[in-house]
């Protein structure tokens, strides 16, 4: 009945093995961290799971009869305003949750860290599978409305829409480890964290296009922007016209913090029973 | 089986205590304190060169006051937090229970949480499904597993998660006085199930003030005085050394001239022991034997000698088997001339503790401080 005997050692430890294979061993409780989060998610409200499609479909309407109207986008790179917004807010939604789940999510459970041991990392990654869930309703209903707007998917979907949410994670991810790191020692994160969300939505392609003039010293540091590549890509599965060569810069930036929040992540969590 | 499930090698751990310091800190502090000299902190060893070996199927007790560093070593044990130095080697699954119940959520009902609380503790989704039906039948909530917890008595959540714990089957335990749950009938239940455990060939580390459970679960023990071992060996010595030496001081004795021992002109006292009577400790049916060694200035008189003895009341008297209940009394010694004149009066010159034993299935200290057992006879009368 034993499992085989496993010889291990406890002892002052570096933040070398970023800890995958152990995360791996651990994919039923990081399975249920999710499980439990969208349970308690929507206990209690009348709309339930709704919410996750409300949310990206009532901005879309807010800023179509404002902003699209104010600075009069009809079309922008092939897609119409009201397809452009929607599209936007329902990948923005994945990233911004994603992110404020994590970056909370260590706290959150601290009651749990201090008692018993697993690998820590179960918990930021499954905040964000919580909002992949969302993410999922709300691109089930999107599909049909983007059709309806006349911009459904193209053939190159499959190509594009794997990939845009991939890079989504890995920006969410990045940033979301760090920050539920930091957020153990310096309880600041709680206040910063809506406001980083909110700088990078304003620096992402969310709600306006970002024609961005070449020559302009900004644009190098726009297109560095964890989420402009992410937000894109999902775009050109609908039919938006991109340039490949414009998005690299954004998806180094994202490694990078992937391996930044990830060795952040790692050097500290040792120590997060004793400062939780 | 020739290697020891567990070895603990020089485990250290080290805390660093700062003056008037949050348990977290602000960017704003942190910030303040680079301008600040770093005399403010101060190293603290929580556990200090702590080394021994655990055999597979070892029930061992671990003993030691708050702040000894008990939690410390179970909190190193678990993974929780490193040592600072040292290591340790473990050959068998760990579950550590610091707390029953971790990851428990009002929101969920008692089957979710049956899950998520297995999951925490290290259980694979099979394995719990095994179980399920038996943990629910063990913490008898079978009518309401559908509920939300937030609807369940503390009772009822605490049963279903000592009944979570129960069902696991790591090789290694190491419990925190996680006993000490719902009513005596559950505490009962519980007891059994621990004695089970420790008696299929699984190895336990259980931590309590509770010196009676520790003695009645517990093979070995070991004593942990401010983060280090002071004494290893069968459990009912470690108590012993633990009674003798730290828990109360249950023997005073004097060291040096006579002059020099506590009392006055007319009475200088030398030594004084409480001891158990007829057991290994003083326990509530083992009697308790008092010893008294004094020097008298006043010759040929004649002198009295009576205890007082207090927890929160007074009573006065020397005790046979089954009187005294559990708890920690005070000694109080006074000296006095023809049952008149008081010559010396020393208060709390010592202090003992009374081991709870359990009667019938009720594991908790009765109220009171005398706990006879009387032999009644009842005649029914119409």
Same mark, same amino acid.
């Given at each position: 009945?034993?499992?085989?005997?496993?010889?291990?050692?406890?002892?002052?430890?570096?933040?070398?093995?970023?800890? /995958?294979?152990?995360?791996?061993?651990?994919?039923?409780?990081?399975?249920?961290?999710?499980?439990?989060?969208?349970?308690?998610?929507?206990?209690? +409200?009348?709309?339930?799971?709704?919410?996750?499609?409300?949310?990206?479909?009532?901005?879309?309407?807010?800023?179509?009869?404002?902003?699209?109207?104010?600075?009069?986008?009809?079309?922008?790179?092939?897609?119409?305003?009201?397809?452009?917004?929607?599209?936007?807010?329902?990948?923005?939604?994945?990233?911004? +949750?994603?992110?404020?789940?994590?970056?909370?999510?260590?706290?959150?459970?601290?009651?749990?860290?201090?008692?018993?041991?697993?690998?820590?990392?179960?918990?930021?990654?499954?905040?964000?599978?919580?909002? /992949?869930?969302?993410?999922?309703?709300?691109?089930?209903?999107?599909?049909?409305?983007?059709?309806?707007?006349?911009?459904?998917?193209?053939?190159?979907?499959?190509?594009?829409?794997?990939?845009?949410?991939?890079?989504?994670?890995?920006?969410?991810?990045?940033?979301?480890?760090?920050?539920?790191?930091?957020?153990?020692?310096?309880?600041?994160?709680?206040?910063?964290?809506?406001?980083?969300?909110?700088?990078?939505?304003?620096?992402?392609?969310?709600?306006?296009?970002?024609?961005?003039?070449?020559?302009?010293?900004?644009?190098?540091?726009?297109?560095?922007?964890?989420?402009?590549?992410?937000?894109?890509?999902?775009?050109?599965? /609908?039919?938006?016209?991109?340039?490949?060569?414009?998005?690299?810069?954004?998806?180094?930036?994202?490694?990078?913090?992937?391996?930044?929040?990830?060795?952040?992540?790692?050097?500290?969590?040792?120590?997060?029973?004793?400062?939780? | 089986?020739?290697?020891?499930?567990?070895?603990?090698?020089? =485990?250290?751990?080290?805390?660093?205590?700062?003056?008037?310091?949050?348990?977290?800190?602000?960017?704003?502090?942190?910030?303040?304190?680079?301008?600040?000299?770093?005399?403010?902190?101060?190293?603290?060893?929580?556990?200090?060169?702590?080394?021994?070996?655990?055999?597979?199927?070892?029930?061992?007790?671990?003993?030691?006051?708050?702040?000894?560093?008990?939690?410390?070593?179970?909190?190193?044990?678990?993974?929780?937090?490193?040592?600072?130095?040292?290591?340790?080697?473990?050959?068998?699954?760990?579950?550590?229970?610091?707390?029953?119940?971790?990851?428990?959520?009002?929101?969920?009902?008692?089957?979710?949480?049956?899950?998520?609380?297995?999951?925490?503790?290290?259980?694979?989704?099979?394995?719990?499904?095994?179980?399920?039906?038996?943990?629910?039948?063990?913490?008898?909530?079978?009518?309401?597993?559908?509920?939300?917890?937030?609807?369940?008595?503390?009772?009822?959540?605490?049963?279903?998660?000592?009944?979570?714990?129960?069902?696991?089957?790591?090789?290694?335990?190491?419990?925190?006085?996680?006993?000490?749950? $719902?009513?005596?009938?559950?505490?009962?239940?519980?007891? $059994?199930?621990?004695? %089970?455990?420790?008696?299929?060939?699984?190895?336990?580390?259980?931590?309590?003030?509770?010196?009676?459970?520790?003695?009645?679960?517990?093979?070995?023990?070991?004593?942990?005085?401010?983060?280090?071992?002071?004494?290893?060996?069968?459990?009912?010595?470690?108590?012993?050394?633990?009674?003798?030496?730290?828990?109360?001081?249950?023997?005073?004795?004097?060291?040096?001239?006579?002059?020099?021992?506590?009392?006055?002109?007319? =009475?200088?006292?030398?030594?004084?022991?409480?001891?158990?009577? *007829?057991?290994?400790?003083?326990?509530?049916?083992?009697? =308790?034997?008092?010893?008294?060694?004094?020097?008298?200035?006043?010759?040929?008189?004649?002198?009295?000698?009576?205890?007082?003895?207090? *927890?929160?009341?007074?009573?006065?008297?020397?005790?046979?088997?089954?009187?005294?209940?559990?708890?920690?009394?005070?000694?109080?010694?006074?000296?006095?001339?023809?049952?008149?004149?008081?010559?010396?009066?020393?208060?709390?010159?010592?202090?003992?503790?009374?081991?709870? %034993?359990?009667?019938?299935?009720?594991?908790?200290?009765?109220?009171?401080?005398?706990?006879?057992?009387?032999?009644?006879?009842?005649?029914?009368?119409?």
């Amino acid at each position: 009945m034993f499992n085989p005997i496993v010889e291990y050692e406890i002892k002052p430890r570096h933040p070398l093995n970023p800890g /995958f294979s152990e995360l791996w061993q651990n994919r039923e409780l990081l399975y249920m961290f999710a499980l439990r989060d969208i349970k308690v998610k929507y206990k209690q +409200t009348y709309l339930g799971i709704a919410w996750a499609l409300l949310q990206p479909g009532l901005m879309t309407l807010l800023f179509t009869l404002g902003l699209g109207r104010i600075i009069n986008v009809s079309t922008c790179n092939g897609l119409n305003y009201p397809a452009f917004a929607l599209s936007g807010f329902v990948l923005w939604n994945l990233f911004a +949750t994603g992110l404020s789940n994590a970056g909370n999510s260590m706290v959150s459970n601290a009651a749990i860290i201090k008692k018993i041991y697993f690998p820590r990392l179960v918990i930021p990654v499954s905040s964000f599978l919580v909002a /992949f869930v969302d993410f999922t309703i709300a691109l089930c209903i999107m599909l049909p409305v983007m059709l309806f707007l006349g911009n459904g998917p193209v053939l190159a979907a499959w190509l594009y829409m794997p990939l845009s949410i991939l890079l989504c994670f890995l920006a969410a991810f990045g940033l979301g480890t760090f920050l539920s790191a930091a957020n153990i020692k310096y309880r600041d994160v709680r206040y910063v964290l809506p406001f980083i969300t909110q700088a990078l939505f304003f620096a992402s392609p969310v709600i306006y296009p970002l024609n961005l003039n070449p020559q302009a010293w900004y644009t190098i540091l726009i297109r560095c922007n964890p989420m402009y590549a992410p937000l894109e890509l999902f775009r050109a599965a /609908f039919g938006y016209n991109i340039n490949a060569m414009h998005l690299w810069p954004s998806i180094a930036c994202s490694l990078f913090f992937v391996a930044y929040g990830l060795y952040y992540f790692k050097k500290t969590e040792h120590f997060f029973a004793d400062l939780a | 089986m020739s290697k020891p499930i567990l070895e603990i090698q020089h =485990i250290g751990k080290k805390y660093r205590i700062q003056q008037s310091r949050q348990p977290y800190i602000s960017l704003r502090d942190s910030i303040g304190q680079w301008f600040k000299p770093k005399s403010q902190s101060q190293d603290f060893w929580a556990l200090n060169d702590v080394s021994f070996t655990v055999n597979a199927g070892d029930t061992i007790g671990i003993i030691g006051k708050n702040g000894a560093g008990k939690s410390t070593l179970l909190k190193i044990l678990s993974r929780i937090t490193p040592p600072t130095t040292g290591k340790v080697i473990s050959r068998g699954r760990i579950a550590s229970l610091l707390e029953v119940g971790t990851g428990f959520h009002p929101e969920l009902s008692g089957r979710e949480n049956v899950f998520m609380n297995g999951s925490i503790l290290g259980m694979r989704r099979g394995e719990i499904k095994t179980h399920f039906d038996a943990i629910v039948d063990f913490a008898g909530v079978a009518q309401f597993i559908d509920t939300p917890l937030k609807h369940y008595s503390s009772g009822m959540q605490l049963r279903l998660a000592f009944a979570v714990a129960a069902f696991l089957q790591n090789e290694i335990l190491i419990i925190d006085e996680v006993l000490a749950v $719902g009513d005596a009938e559950f505490q009962k239940k519980c007891l $059994g199930k621990m004695d %089970e455990v420790s008696k299929s060939g699984r190895t336990v580390l259980f931590v309590s003030h509770n010196m009676a459970s520790v003695k009645s679960l517990c093979k070995k023990g070991l004593v942990l005085v401010n983060g280090k071992i002071e004494f290893q060996g069968t459990q009912t010595n470690s108590i012993i050394f633990y009674q003798n030496n730290y828990n109360t001081a249950n023997v005073f004795n004097h060291n040096g001239t006579i002059e020099t021992a506590p009392g006055n002109s007319n =009475i200088r006292v030398l030594s004084f022991k409480v001891l158990p009577k *007829n057991d290994d400790v003083i326990q509530i049916s083992s009697g =308790i034997l008092f010893e008294l060694v004094f020097f008298n200035y006043k010759k040929n008189i004649n002198l009295d000698v009576t205890f007082e003895l207090s *927890n929160s009341d007074e009573i006065t008297g020397i005790f046979p088997e089954n009187l005294l209940n559990a708890g920690i009394y005070k000694f109080k010694l006074i000296f006095g001339e023809n049952q008149r004149d008081v010559l010396y009066i020393h208060n709390d010159v010592i202090q003992f503790e009374v081991l709870n %034993e359990t009667l019938g299935s009720n594991s908790n200290i009765l109220p009171g401080i005398i706990r006879p057992q009387l032999i009644y006879t009842s005649n029914f009368i119409d």
